[in-house]
């Protein structure tokens, strides 16, 4: 009995503790930032709990990149204007036939332990890359580059395409014409040949250094990634310019508590959905940054269809939908419109926006002779707001122009079946970057790359597009290859390959105490120029 | 009760072999494909059909489901309970890292549940039928009947936005670690997840007390002069405690469950997290290694529960 009650009064005691020490307040997260040194604590939010394998050769990860983007750096990099800039690279020149690049290294660069940063780490590393042997996700980027073929297939041991004449040089050439490949293999993060040089190339992507990557060469240190709480990064003193912050920590957690520490000061720099700006925007201590994303969301047309192979259905399913009006009430006008696979910068003024226009749709499926009895399926992976709306949205206005559509919600893993055999009439999907390099719409469009060898899930094939997409990737000059670019472009979007939704809008809400923050286009976004980021007290 | 604890183990041993083979089916044969979905559709290139083949051959996925289970079984015999496919590590070792915090929070939980359902249930048990009685019934309804994730998410919007009482968000503070951290990040997972499993509880002790206090031993005792409070205390309520333990100890998993969600709305890092996190990216062995550990508590905890009556109430005696 005694001992009951002695339980009960501890156990009160404790209760009684714990909520008062409840009361003292959360702490302020961060310090001040005076003079050169670092200063300050960085709270930052992780949209998902990283696989904790910091590696270009493993694939892509949003969170896993993100942490890599403070740590590790590129010959290039891509700044929030989706442009490519010399990063580990000083300079970078492209040869007058489009088949060879040569950069020109940053001198004095030293990775985190001392040792100095040369070409051959850059060799090392996009030899890696590029060898399929050591499991890198992105190898089938690096088949352009001369030699991949003949060294995948045994019959070199070398690949001829790269090259390191000196320290501070290092040199890429493809097979043929190909400057969008400077897009997809620019900015893959060198890692150091003398920490990973001697592993066995089939056991490097699994070597613990990956997920204790503590030679590096960008702006912070890796210090320890805690799972599932928080990956902790400290300014690397070495770093060639002044890093201001001195710690950051990136936190995984789910979106509705993110916004709860944004009011709270818990987190300093975090994204948010649409749903969420009212409340954001009323937290006084943060300010909120907007930028289009790299890629878009989109219906693709199976194309295998015969009724989806005439342009005229396409065209008419693009003006049938108020995608305008999709973006106002389901986005709140966080999106854009879209009216290409290419981004607005690669889109010449004059091309058809598909506007609103039911009648016009109505009699372009007249002439394109719809049965207008059929019922086709609009399939999507449910779970994601906007996107559910925005199938409500289309099958009710497809309806009132005629076309019967059947909604049909699908796991990722069914999808994937449904492309394999090519059975699905209509499915929503989104994602990709297609702002760094036009090219990469080849992906998705070319003739050659029809799923499953590349992207094109719809089946389309415009041999004048691939004709169009291939000239502009073959030339050197930058204002002559932004008019081919276009001249695809109009093209493209005359044909209408897929149908264009809209491009989502990355959201931030950045603490006011930060700056030199600058937002990237979606959550998964890798970030730029971190050392240049500050916080005060 | 020696022999029957012996032979009930050996029956669990049984049983937990059979949910190893359908957990290993099931998981398997469940629709995704955890290696194409590394690479999305729409971004594949001409080599991700050597690398996606290449990676699957490398974990072995491209054996007979037979072959894929003796291997992991032989393995799990030797403690090895295979490897993430996301990132390389072994499953023991997540698991082991994610066990402290998850036990953290169950057992504060359960403390906390307790508490409030003891007090609660004693209460309205004593003032039967009156305001008192109904609001405490009021109370267990709503812990019953209101999901975990509201109640989680309308305890941040208090406590850590409106008052900024308390964190909202992980097991501590990496730039000030230490107790008084560590208690402020646990109070507000805990005392929801002891809320929302207080419920049933609370239900049980008061009907339980109810039936103890009107027995005939309580009122003699009252009758010889006994206080109240000691007749409460002594005699009833050590009575009334044998269905309520052994209702505790069943409800073991389900406090797990709620772990589960508190932890994925609390960023907690325990195990709930982990198995939600491997779900999503089909990481086929750690989902196997939360679910055999979940199998095993179950097995567990009705074992206990059995062997708890017995100690309460000698009366009963098991075969």
Same mark, same amino acid.
């Given at each position: ?41 960085l709270?930052m939010y992780l949209y998902q709990e990283p696989a904790g394998v910091f590696s270009p050769l493993a694939a892509a990860s949003g969170p896993d990149m993100q942490v890599m983007s403070f740590i590790d750096e590129g010959l290039l990099g891509v700044d929030p204007?989706?442009?490519m800039q010399?990063v580990l690279a ?19 660069v030293?990775w985190s332990d001392?040792?100095?940063f040369?070409?051959?780490d850059v060799?090392f590393t996009y030899?890696l890359m590029?060898?399929?042997?050591s499991t890198s996700a992105t190898?089938?980027n ?41 897009g997809q293999i620019g900015a893959v993060n060198i890692v150091p040949k003398?920490v990973l ?7 490097v992507a699994k070597d613990p250094y990956f997920q204790h990557p503590t030679v590096t060469v960008g702006p912070f240190k890796f210090v320890e990634y805690k799972t599932?709480?928080y990956v902790h990064l400290t300014a690397n003193?070495?770093y060639r310019?002044?890093v201001?912050i001195?710690d950051i920590y990136l936190k995984p ?16 720099i975090?994204s ?22 790299a ?138 970057n297609?702002?760094v ?69 990355g ?10 923050f600058q937002?990237p286009g979606s959550q998964d976004a890798p970030y730029w120029a971190p050392a240049t980021w500050?916080?005060?007290? | ?37 590394l690479i999305?559709?729409?971004e ?19 054996? =007979? @489901? ?6 992991? &079984?032989?393995? !799990? /015999?030797? #403690?090895?309970?295979?490897? %993430? +496919?996301i990132n390389g ?50 109370? =267990? @309804? ?6 975990? &994730?509201?109640? !989680? /998410?309308? #305890?941040?919007?208090?406590? %850590? +936005? ?73 005699? %009833? +309520? ?82």
């Amino acid at each position: 009995m005694r001992k009951f009650k002695q339980g009960v009064v501890l156990g009160s005691a404790v209760l009684a503790t714990v909520l008062a020490a409840g009361c003292t307040g959360p702490k302020s997260s961060s310090g001040s930032n005076s003079g050169g040194a670092s200063a300050g604590r960085l709270n930052m939010y992780l949209y998902q709990e990283p696989a904790g394998v910091f590696s270009p050769l493993a694939a892509a990860s949003g969170p896993d990149m993100q942490v890599m983007s403070f740590i590790d750096e590129g010959l290039l990099g891509v700044d929030p204007d989706y442009k490519m800039q010399p990063v580990l690279a000083q300079s970078y020149d492209i040869s007058s036939d489009a088949k060879t690049f040569t950069f020109h290294l940053r001198p004095g660069v030293k990775w985190s332990d001392g040792q100095a940063f040369t070409s051959q780490d850059v060799l090392f590393t996009y030899d890696l890359m590029a060898n399929p042997k050591s499991t890198s996700a992105t190898a089938g980027n690096f088949t352009a580059v001369e030699g991949v073929t003949d060294f995948v297939a045994g019959k070199a041991d070398s690949i001829s395409g790269f090259s390191a004449p000196d320290a501070s040089t290092f040199v890429i050439k493809t097979s043929k014409p190909d400057v969008g490949l400077l897009g997809q293999i620019g900015a893959v993060n060198i890692v150091p040949k003398h920490v990973l040089g001697s592993v066995p190339v089939e056991q490097v992507a699994k070597d613990p250094y990956f997920q204790h990557p503590t030679v590096t060469v960008g702006p912070f240190k890796f210090v320890e990634y805690k799972t599932s709480q928080y990956v902790h990064l400290t300014a690397n003193p070495d770093y060639r310019t002044p890093v201001k912050i001195k710690d950051i920590y990136l936190k995984p957690m789910t979106s509705d508590v993110a916004t709860a520490q944004l009011g709270n000061g818990g987190l300093d720099i975090a994204s948010f959905s649409p749903t969420d700006l009212k409340t954001v925007q009323g937290f006084s201590n943060v300010t909120t940054q907007e930028r289009l994303g790299a890629g878009f969301i989109r219906i693709g047309l199976n194309q295998t269809k015969p009724y989806f192979s005439d342009v005229r259905v396409r065209q008419a399913f693009l003006y049938a939908v108020d995608r305008q009006k999709i973006v106002d009430s389901v986005l709140f006008g966080k999106a854009a419109v879209r009216n290409s696979d290419f981004a607005k910068a690669d889109t010449p003024a004059g091309i058809n926006e598909y506007a609103y226009d039911p009648e016009k749709a109505k009699s372009l499926l007249k002439a394109a002779g719809w049965d207008f009895n059929r019922t086709v399926a609009l399939e999507w992976i449910p779970g994601q707001r906007d996107r559910d709306a925005t199938t409500t949205i289309v099958q009710s206005q497809l309806g009132a122009v005629g076309v019967k559509v059947k909604l049909q919600q699908l796991q990722a893993s069914d999808l994937i079946g449904s492309y394999k055999k090519k059975s699905y009439d209509m499915v929503l999907f989104g994602g990709g970057n297609y702002a760094v390099t036009p090219w990469n719409v080849n992906t998705i469009a070319s003739c050659a790359l029809a799923y499953p060898t590349g992207g094109n899930l719809t089946y389309f094939c415009d041999p004048k597009l691939d004709q169009l997409m291939a000239a502009a990737n073959s030339i050197s000059d930058e204002t002559q290859r932004e008019a081919a670019w276009q001249q695809a472009a109009l093209e493209e979007n005359a044909q209408a390959d897929l149908m264009w939704m809209y491009d989502p809008m990355g959201l931030w809400a950045v603490n006011k105490k930060v700056s030199g923050f600058q937002a990237p286009g979606s959550q998964d976004a890798p970030y730029w120029a971190p050392a240049t980021w500050s916080i005060s007290g | 009760m020696g022999s029957y604890i012996v032979r009930r183990m050996l029956i669990n041993v049984v049983v937990f072999l059979l949910i190893t083979v359908a957990v290993f089916a099931l998981v398997h044969k469940a629709p995704g494909d955890p290696i194409a979905m590394l690479i999305p559709p729409s971004e594949l290139n001409s080599g991700s059909a050597q690398f996606i083949a290449h990676k699957r051959h490398e974990l072995g996925l491209d054996q =007979s @489901l037979v072959t894929q289970y003796w291997h992991w &079984f032989t393995n !799990a /015999l030797q #403690g090895n309970l295979g490897y %993430s +496919l996301i990132n390389g590590r072994p499953v023991t070792s997540l698991l082991g890292e994610r066990v402290g915090p998850t036990l953290e929070l169950m057992g504060v939980g359960l403390v906390l549940s307790l508490l409030i359902a003891f007090s609660l249930g004693i209460i309205a048990a004593l003032r039967r039928n009156t305001a008192v009685d109904y609001g405490a019934t009021v109370i =267990s @309804l709503g812990s019953v009947s209101v999901p975990v &994730f509201f109640v !989680a /998410l309308v #305890g941040i919007y208090l406590f %850590s +936005l409106k008052f900024q009482l308390l964190p909202s968000a992980g097991i501590s503070d990496p730039s000030a670690p230490g107790l008084i951290d560590s208690v402020r990040h646990l109070v507000l997972p805990a005392l929801i997840l002891g809320f929302g499993n207080s419920g049933p509880y609370m239900r049980y002790i008061r009907s339980s007390m109810i039936t103890e206090l009107d027995s005939d031993y309580a009122r003699t005792a009252e009758a010889k002069g006994a206080s109240r409070v000691r007749v409460v205390i002594r005699h %009833s +309520l050590r009575n009334s405690l044998i269905p309520v333990l052994t209702i505790i100890a069943a409800s073991l998993p389900q406090l797990l469950a709620g772990a589960v969600v508190i932890e994925q709305v609390f960023a907690w890092p325990g195990m709930g997290q982990l198995a939600i996190s491997s779900v999503q990216s089909h990481d086929y062995s750690v989902m196997i290694g939360f679910a055999l550990v979940i199998a095993a508590l179950v097995l567990l905890s009705n074992l206990l529960a059995d062997v708890l009556y017995t100690v309460v109430d000698p009366r009963v005696r098991l075969r």
